[in-house]
């Protein structure tokens, strides 16, 4: 389950990226996550995703 929360779902997301997926597309395939939705509710946090350090920055 994906959080809804803004501050927990960046947490959430940059742990499993490190832990887990090699990019954004394969932890969203994984768990049936929209990414243009992740993408939009951290954005609204300051955060757009580094596809070379493969994790969402400020």
């Known amino acids: 389950m994906i959080p809804k929360d803004p501050a927990?779902?960046?947490?959430?997301?940059?742990?499993?990226?490190?832990d887990?997926?090699?990019?954004?597309e394969d932890l969203?395939?994984?768990?049936?996550?929209?990414?243009?939705?992740?993408?939009?509710?951290l954005s609204e946090l300051g955060y757009r995703y580094d596809a070379g350090r493969n994790q969402f920055v400020a």
């Open 8 to 18: 927990i779902l960046l947490s959430f997301v940059n742990m499993k990226l490190r």
């Open 28 to 41: 969203c395939a994984d768990l049936n996550a929209d990414s243009a939705a992740i993408t939009t509710a």
């Open 20 to 24: 887990c997926y090699s990019s954004l």
